[in-house]
C-alpha cells in the first residue's frame, strides 16, 4: 500500500478523497450480464485456431513465427535459385541480414505479452519507418553495373512481376503474425512492415534482375506498399470507439 | 483489493493457478473481486458507463488468453492492471484526444452524479475535469498510486518505467492539479 508520506496532503488530498467516493456499486444482475457476455467470448475463441494460437504462451508462440520463418526462409533458399555468384557482395549479405534482424524485432513486438505495459506508438511507426528504409537503402547496393548492361530485361514489366512475387511472399507473414497477436496497439502496422521485409528478403535473395530503379520499382515498392496500405485498410475497418 | 489473506479465501493468484487448471469457477471469482475495482478506474478515465464495461470485459478476455504467460509465484494484481491501463491508453490513442477540454461543470457525464449532493457533484466534477487535463502518463500515475494506492514500484512497474520517473510525474501531477484547483480549494468561488 502507498504510504502516508507518500501522497498529497492539504487540499489536493481531500478533494482526491472526495472524488473517490463510493459510487453506485455494480448489481448483481450487471455483473452476471458482462461475465456471462465475456466468458461467451472467450468460449468462441477458444474454438477459433486464432484464439488456439493466441492463447498459447508468448515463448510458444514466438517459436511457433520463428519455425515458420525458418522453415520457410530454407525452402525457398534451396528450391529457387539465388543469385549469382558475382552478385553476392557484402551489402547483398548486409541487407538480407538487416532484413532478418528486422523481421525477428517485428515478430518480437507483435507477440509480446499483453501484460506487460504497451510500447510506445512512436515505436511501432519508427520499425514501420526503418523497414521500408532499409528496403530503399538496399536498392542503391545492386549489382554491378557491368552485369547490368549485360542483362536484357524490360525494367517496368520485371519490377511489376517481382512486386507480385513480393506481395504474395509477404501475405502469409502478415497472417501469421495477425494470427498470433493478441491485440497489441499498432499490431498490424508492425506485421504489414513485416510482411514487407519478408517480401524483400526472397526477392534479394533471388532476383538476378540488377539495377536501382527496378530494386526500387520492384522490391522496394513491396514494404511501402504493405505498410501504407494496411495500414489504411486497418485504420478505415478500425472499431471505432 | 490486494491479494487476500489465507485465513479470508484463496488469494487471487490461487485462483488464478486454479483458472490456469481449467476450473471456471475461479475466473468467476477473480472477476467478481477485480471488475468493480476495474470499472471504477475505467469510468474515472473515460467517464462512459458503457465504454468501461466494455474495457473491463475485453481486460478479462484478455487475461484469459494470456493466461499460460501467467508464472505461479507472480503477482496478479500488476497482470490486470497493466491491462486495464494498456487498453485505456490504446482508447486514448484511438479517439486522439479527450472529449473535454475545459473547466466547465457538466454534471450529465458524471456517472456518479444520482449519488451525490450538488456541491459535491460540482466539486467531484471540477476535480474530473482538472485530472483529464492532466498529461496521460501523469493522469495514469494519479489513478494507480492515490486511488488504487498502489505504491510507486508497482506504479513503475505497470506503466513501464522506472520508479523515479513515476515519483516525478507523480510530484507534478499533484503540482498541477493543485495549481488547476487553487481556487476551489481555497473556497474562492
Sequence with gaps: ?241 | MATRPPSSGPTDEQLMDAYIDGDDAAFRALFERYAPILLRLTRRHLRDDELAEEIVQQTFFRLHGARNDFRRGSKLRPWVMTIAMNLVREHWRRTKRRKMTSLEVDTRAAPEADFMPLELRQRSELLHVALEKLPTSQREVVELHWFQERPYAEVAKIVGTSEGAVRVRAHRAYATLKQLLVSEIRGDE
Aim: aromatic letters at 6%; glycine letters at 8%; a neutral charge.
Design chain 1, 1 to 241: 500500500m502507498t504510504s502516508a508520506s507518500d501522497r498529497p496532503d492539504d487540499g489536493i488530498g481531500e478533494r482526491l478523497r472526495e472524488l473517490d467516493a463510493p459510487d453506485a456499486p455494480p448489481t448483481d444482475d450487471r455483473m452476471d450480464r458482462m461475465f456471462a457476455d465475456m466468458k461467451a467470448e472467450c468460449d468462441k475463441s477458444d474454438r477459433t485456431v486464432t484464439g488456439f494460437l493466441r492463447s498459447r504462451s508468448t515463448m510458444a508462440r514466438r517459436l511457433i513465427v520463428l519455425t515458420v520463418f525458418a522453415a520457410l526462409a530454407v525452402i525457398g533458399w534451396f528450391v529457387f535459385p539465388l543469385v549469382g555468384d558475382e552478385a553476392r557482395t557484402a551489402p547483398w549479405t548486409a541487407s538480407l541480414v538487416t532484413f532478418c534482424i528486422l523481421l525477428v524485432l517485428a515478430m518480437f513486438m507483435v507477440t509480446r505479452p499483453v501484460h506487460l505495459p504497451a510500447l510506445p506508438s512512436w515505436l511501432s511507426m519508427c520499425l514501420a519507418c526503418v523497414a521500408i528504409g532499409a528496403t530503399v537503402l538496399a536498392a542503391f547496393w545492386p549489382h554491378p553495373a557491368a552485369q547490368a548492361a549485360t542483362q536484357d530485361h524490360t525494367g517496368g514489366a520485371m519490377a511489376g512481376a517481382c512486386m507480385g512475387v513480393g506481395l504474395l511472399l509477404g501475405v502469409p507473414v502478415y497472417a501469421l503474425l495477425r494470427l498470433v497477436d493478441r491485440g497489441n496497439a499498432m499490431g498490424s502496422l508492425v506485421a504489414a512492415a513485416a510482411a514487407g521485409l519478408a517480401g524483400n528478403f526472397v526477392l534479394k535473395a533471388h532476383c538476378s534482375v540488377p539495377g536501382t530503379s527496378h530494386e526500387l520499382l520492384g522490391h522496394a515498392s513491396v514494404a511501402l506498399v504493405f505498410v501504407v496500405g494496411l495500414g489504411l485498410v486497418h485504420r478505415v475497418t478500425q472499431k471505432p470507439s
